[in-house]
């Protein structure tokens, strides 16, 4: 057992991020906070459009150069929001590794997957390389590419959409990782590679001791994967807490609008309801609750009253003023 003292590997204070001019400023993600500790997974869920993957860069220090953060990000207490270039070139990788939703795009299409991954290792643990190369088809091999001696001479185009995020799976590994990453990892794949890349993840997180933050616009792959979750809305953090309370007791209507859309889940109808309406334009967010506009149990005060996230349980949090 770790002290309850010691603190959490990842915790987020706060997180506020705006894009454009000081005159008209978007407000992208509004005082988010969680804490992630060693070893667990915490599911990120929301719709497209909510913050989820600014919040996932605001972590990896890759927030595109209009941005304005605020908040604090404190990671193995380090605060990231201070790291120089120099410094992030030690924790982007080596400590924080992310995967992204198509693979294509990260991995460099004229360039043989064995020697993508041994660069890597080449660069941060200043292996030889034959020991490089030697190590790359051990990493292809865990992930569970068949004929990791052959593959390794592959180019990212000669290889499938699941073998291509496998490759990014254990470029993500190679250099150990105390906290991976991955936004939308299966979201570009086929629903029978999807569980066998979830289940990969699964895995090695628990060979590795990993820390995940799985972020997914699917509830239903959060709900099998997580073991706390949090939802987001337009920027916004609305619930918060153990899966499993979360799940058996949805206290903001969007959660429950999320889960109700979701067919093997209980309370689910035959029909799949929808949420009604979609993602306000966060130029003109709505005052009061972002959500009210779509909420069907919306009220008055929800229009114009500001609603803070508040504890409905020891770990549970809710932000509507009707939890
Ligand atoms: N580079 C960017 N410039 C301006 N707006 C952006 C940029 N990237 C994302 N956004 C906006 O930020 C909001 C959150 O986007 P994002 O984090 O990608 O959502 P999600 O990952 O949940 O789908 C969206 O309104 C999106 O339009
Ligand atoms: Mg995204």
Known sequence: MRPATEHALLEVSALSVTLGSKTSATTILKEVSFTLERGRTLGIVGES???KSMTALALMGLLPEEATMSGRLVFDGMDLTTLSTRQWQTVRGPR????FQEPMTALNPVMTVGRQLAEMLLVHEGASSARAR?????LLERVGIADPHSRVDAYPHQLSGGMRQRVMIAMALACKPD???ADEPTTALDVSIEAQILDLLLELQQQEGMALLLISHNLAVISEMADDMLVMYAGEVVERGPLQQVLSQPRHPYTQGLMASIPSMKHA???LPTIAGTVPNLKSRPRGCA????????QERCRTETIALRA???QHCVACVLA
């Open 96 to 99: 924080i590794a992310m995967i």
């Open 179 to 181: 906290l991976l990453i």
């Open 134 to 138: 030697s190590h790359a088809i051990e």
């Open 269 to 271: 109808r035959k029909v």
């Open 312 to 314: 409905v349980d020891a």
């Open 291 to 298: 959500f009210a506009p779509r909420c069907e149990q919306a």
């Open 49 to 51: 459009g909510c913050g």
